[in-house]
C-alpha cells in the first residue's frame, strides 16, 4: 500500500508535512511501505529543510518501467508540442523565482543573488531548450545516384538516467531533463541528496505543466545503491551524470557493461592567468567572484590564479585588502559575500586540504573556521589563499571550496605550461590588454571554456559547456550540442527512381 500524495509533495494532506517528499513515479507522488527517510538541511543553520524516501532497487525498477511505457507516446508528440509544456514549466518558474531562489539558499548556502541565478539560469535554459522543439536539426545532402534523397533525422534515445551534484541544485537538473525532454525522451531523474528538496521542487513544476504521466519520474536516495541501480538498469539508454571523478568513474564503468551512451561533466582545477598588462582593478573583481562565489564550490571556480611577477605583490595586495570587505555570513542576508560550505562533509575536506595547504605552502589570508554567534550553527569558513609553488597537492587536486591557491610566474610561456599541466580541463582565463597574446591564449589553453577578461564562471546556456582531460568524456551539455547528447542520429535513404538502383555500383553508370 503506497502512501499517496495526492495535492503535491508537500501537502498531502494528512500524512505529509511541509517539506516531505515522496517519490514521483508514473504522474503520481508516493511513498512506500516501510520506506526509510533521509533528510536535507540548512548548513546556515542546521534547521531540517525536507525529509525524502530512501528509494530501493524496486522503486528504481518502477521508476524506470513507468518511463519506459510513457516513452512511445512522447517520443510521437510533436516536438513543438513538447515545447510548449517546457514554456509553461519555465513560466511557473519565473512566477516562483523569489520562493525557489530562497530555497536553493536555504538548502545549498550559495548567497541569495546566487540562489535566484540558479534559477533563472533554469529558466533561461528551459525556454531555450523550447525553442529547439522547432528546430531539431538534421542534414540535407545530395546522393551519389539518380532520383534519390539523403537526409538524416535526430530521434530520441528512450529512457534516460539524469544524476545531478548538489552546487546548482536547480540549474543542472533543469539543463539535463529540458534536454532530454524535448529530445523525446522520457527521464528518471535522482538528485543529489544534500539538494533533494530543489529537485523535488523542479520535478513539481513539470508535474504542473502537464507533463504526461511516466514522462519525468523523480527517485530519491543514496548515489551508491539508487545511482547505480538506474545506470545498471536495462531499459536506462543513456546517462548524463555531473558529480566528482572518482563517482563519475563508477558510472562510467558501469554504463559501459551495459553498452550505454554516458555523458560525464566532472571536476576542475580552473585558472586564471592574470599578465603584467591587465587591468588589475578588473581582474580584482573577476577573481574575487570566481574564487569565492558559492564558497568555491563551482566546477568552475577559479582554484588557481597564475600571476606575473611584475604585479604579483601588488595584486595579492589588493586582493587580500578587498577580502577585508567580503563579509561570510548568513546568506538570505543580501550584504553577505559568502554562504557556508554546503556540509559537514565538504567543511571537514576543505579543513583537510587548509591543513595540508599550511604544511606545502604558505598562507597569505584566512585558513581558519569561523566560530561563535550564528557561526556555531553552520559550516562557515574564511576565504583563504596560499602562495604556493606549481605542483603541489592544494594547487593540483580540486579542493571545492573557497580557497585559492597563487603561483608566481616570469612569462607568458610559464603562465601557459602551468595552467595546462593538470589533470583537469573545464574552464580557463586570461586578463591581458595584448589583443594579441589573448588570442594566443584563446589557442594554448588546454580546456573546454576560457574566457578573456573575465573570470571562469558565467556559462551562458545556449553556448557548449563542458571540457577536456578528466573533466568529462569529451560531451557538452548545453547549448544545440545538448541535443546531441541526448538523441541518436538516423540516417534516411528515400528511393524515388522506382527501379533498384546500387550505390558503389549503379552510380558511375548515373552520371
Ligand atoms: P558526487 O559525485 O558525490 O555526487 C553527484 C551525484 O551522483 C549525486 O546525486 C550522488 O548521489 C550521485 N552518486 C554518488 N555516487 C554515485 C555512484 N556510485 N553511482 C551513481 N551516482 C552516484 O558529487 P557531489 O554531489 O559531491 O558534487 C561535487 C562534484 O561535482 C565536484 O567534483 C564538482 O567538480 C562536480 N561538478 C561538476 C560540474 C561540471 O559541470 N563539470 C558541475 C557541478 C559539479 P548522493 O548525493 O546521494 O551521494
Not at 518558474?93 to 548556502?109: Q, Y
Not at 537526409?151 to 530520441?156: F, G, H, I, N, Y
Amino acid at each position: 500500500m503506497y502512501l499517496r500524495h495526492r495535492s503535491g509533495p508537500g501537502r498531502e494532506g494528512v500524512r505529509a508535512l511541509e517539506g516531505e517528499y515522496g517519490l514521483f513515479i508514473d504522474g503520481r507522488w508516493a511513498t512506500p511501505p516501510k520506506a526509510e527517510r533521509f533528510t536535507s538541511t540548512n548548513p546556515a543553520t542546521g534547521e531540517t529543510v525536507g525529509s525524502f524516501v530512501a528509494a530501493g532497487v524496486e522503486d528504481v525498477r518502477r521508476a524506470t518501467e513507468a518511463a519506459a511505457r510513457a516513452f512511445p507516446g512522447w517520443r510521437q508528440t510533436p516536438a513543438p508540442k513538447r515545447g510548449e509544456i517546457l514554456l509553461s514549466v519555465a513560466h511557473r518558474m519565473r512566477e516562483r523565482k523569489p520562493e525557489l531562489g530562497r530555497l536553493v539558499t536555504r538548502e545549498m548556502g550559495k548567497v541569495l543573488s546566487e540562489g535566484l541565478g540558479d534559477v533563472q539560469e533554469s529558466i533561461d535554459f528551459i525556454e531555450y531548450m523550447a525553442g529547439e522543439g522547432r528546430r531539431l536539426t538534421g542534414e540535407t545532402v545530395p546522393s551519389e545516384l539518380r532520383s534519390k534523397f539523403c537526409l538524416t533525422v535526430r530521434q530520441p534515445k528512450g529512457v534516460v538516467a539524469c544524476i545531478t551534484p548538489w552546487n546548482f541544485p536547480t540549474a543542472i537538473p533543469n539543463w539535463k531533463i529540458a534536454a532530454a525532454l524535448i529530445s523525446g525522451n522520457t527521464v528518471v531523474f535522482k538528485p543529489a541528496s544534500a539538494t533533494a528538496r530543489c529537485g523535488a521542487e523542479v520535478v513539481r513544476l513539470y508535474e504542473e505543466a502537464g507533463v504526461p504521466p511516466g514522462v519525468l519520474n523523480l527517485v530519491t536516495g543514496p548515489g551508491g545503491l539508487v545511482g547505480n541501480a538506474l545506470v545498471e538498469d536495462p531499459r536506462v539508454r543513456a546517462v548524463s551524470f555531473t558529480g566528482g571523478v572518482d563517482a563519475g568513474r563508477e558510472v562510467y564503468q558501469r554504463g559501459a557493461k551495459g553498452l550505454k551512451m554516458v555523458h560525464l561533466e566532472l571536476g576542475g582545477k580552473n585558472p586564471v592567468i592574470v599578465m603584467e598588462d591587465a587591468d588589475l582593478p578588473l581582474a580584482l573583481e573577476g577573481v574575487l567572484f570566481g574564487a569565492f562565489g558559492t564558497a568555491g564550490q563551482r566546477c568552475t571556480a577559479t582554484s588557481r590564479l597564475i600571476v606575473h611577477e611584475k604585479v604579483y605583490e601588488p595584486f595579492l595586495t589588493m586582493l587580500t585588502q578587498r577580502l577585508d570587505r567580503f563579509p561570510v555570513g548568513d546568506p538570505l542576508d543580501p550584504t553577505t559575500g559568502m554562504g557556508p560550505v554546503a556540509s559537514a562533509d565538504q567543511e571537514r575536506k576543505i579543513l583537510d586540504y587548509i591543513a595540508l595547504g599550511t604544511r606545502e605552502a604558505k598562507l597569505r589570508y584566512g585558513g581558519e573556521k569561523l566560530r561563535g554567534g550564528a557561526y556555531d550553527r553552520g559550516y562557515f569558513l574564511q576565504p583563504t589563499i596560499f602562495e604556493t609553488a606549481h605542483g603541489t597537492r592544494i594547487s593540483r587536486e580540486e579542493i571545492f571550496g573557497p580557497v585559492l591557491s597563487v603561483i608566481r610566474v616570469g612569462t607568458y610561456e610559464e603562465a601557459v605550461r602551468v595552467a595546462n599541466d593538470i589533470d583537469y580541463g573545464l574552464s580557463s582565463s586570461i586578463y591581458t590588454r595584448d589583443v594579441n597574446r589573448a588570442f594566443r591564449a584563446v589557442g594554448d589553453l588546454e580546456a573546454g571554456i576560457t574566457y578573456v577578461n573575465a573570470p571562469t564562471i558565467g556559462a551562458e546556456v545556449h553556448l557548449p559547456f563542458g571540457g577536456i582531460k578528466n573533466t568529462g568524456n569529451g560531451g557538452r551539455e548545453a547549448g544545440s550540442a545538448a541535443i546531441e547528447e541526448f538523441t541518436e542520429i538516423k540516417t534516411v535513404f528515400v528511393d524515388f527512381s522506382a527501379r533498384l538502383q546500387r550505390a558503389q555500383i549503379d552510380a558511375e553508370s548515373a552520371a
